[in-house]
T-cell receptor
Framework: AQTVTQSQPEMSVQEAETVTLSCTYDTSESNYYLFWYKQPPSRQMILVIRQEAYKQQNATENRFSVNFQKAAKSFSLKISDSQLGDTAMYFCAFMKHEVYSGGGADGLTFGKGTHLIIQP | DTGVSQDPRHKITKRGQNVTFRCDPISEHNRLYWYRQTLGQGPEFLTYFQNEAQLEKSRLLSDRFSAERPKGSFSTLEIQRTEQGDSAMYLC?????WGGGYEQYFGPGTRLTVT
């Protein structure tokens, strides 16, 4: 079984600053995906960014980027130029890659989340 | 549109009663997942369907829980003889099989309160 650990229960930064959320995971799988999901207050969970474990290049989506260190089993999220709308719970998640079913056919394992507050 | 929808959004029930939740996935998605999220925690995987077949169930899914997806479209999650420990947000997600099928789209959830 895999585990996902987010060691920062809450973080607070000023608008326009850069913030990094940490995530570590433990698995014996060699093929897997990692994700960061955002859950705004009273709103549904949405995908922020994903990383395929076989790719060495770190994923980037606009102001969001990751630092994926496979050997260290670390997957941090960097948010640049933070905005008030970034205030939310952020969850790191792991999913095995199921080759025989075409990939991606598995439940997500989530960390406990980091509550990010962007101050004006 | 159409994103994942869930009904009801909120449910209050007395201990011992049965409850049923519904999830309508994105129409072309043939994979459907159920998760449970308690306060201050990340979602925990409960079960997964590919079309109408239930392919995986978590140990969290006790005998009081049953999920169905009879025609490979919408899904229901039933909890029998509810207990206070069942109070949680129940999330549904769907994903396609193309493009790796790894991106799960979540619904707004059903918040269950057992009194």
């Amino acid at each position: 079984a895999q585990t996902v650990t987010q060691s920062q229960p809450e973080m607070s930064v000023q608008e326009a600053e850069t913030v990094t959320l940490s995530c570590t995971y433990d698995t014996s799988e060699s093929n897997y995906y990692l994700f960061w999901y955002k859950q705004p207050p009273s709103r549904q969970m949405i995908l922020v960014i994903r990383q395929e474990a076989y790719k060495q290049q770190n994923a980037t989506e606009n102001r969001f980027s990751v630092n994926f260190q496979k050997a260290a089993k670390s997957f941090s999220l960097k948010i640049s130029d933070s905005q008030l709308g970034d205030t939310a719970m952020y969850f790191c998640a792991f999913m095995k890659h199921e080759v025989y079913s075409g990939g991606g056919a598995d439940g997500l394992t989530f960390g406990k989340g980091t509550h990010l507050i962007i101050q004006p | 549109d159409t994103g994942v929808s869930q009904d009801p959004r909120h449910k209050i029930t007395k201990r011992g009663q049965n409850v049923t939740f519904r999830c309508d996935p994105i129409s072309e998605h043939n994979r459907l997942y159920w998760y449970r999220q308690t306060l201050g925690q990340g979602p925990e995987f409960l079960t997964y369907f590919q079309n109408e077949a239930q392919l995986e169930k978590s140990r969290l899914l006790s005998d009081r829980f049953s999920a169905e997806r009879p025609k490979g479209s919408f899904s229901t999650l039933e909890i029998q003889r509810t207990e206070q420990g069942d109070s949680a947000m129940y999330l549904c997600a769907s994903s396609p099989t193309w493009g790796g099928g790894y991106e799960q789209y979540f619904g707004p959830g059903t918040r269950l309160t057992v009194t």
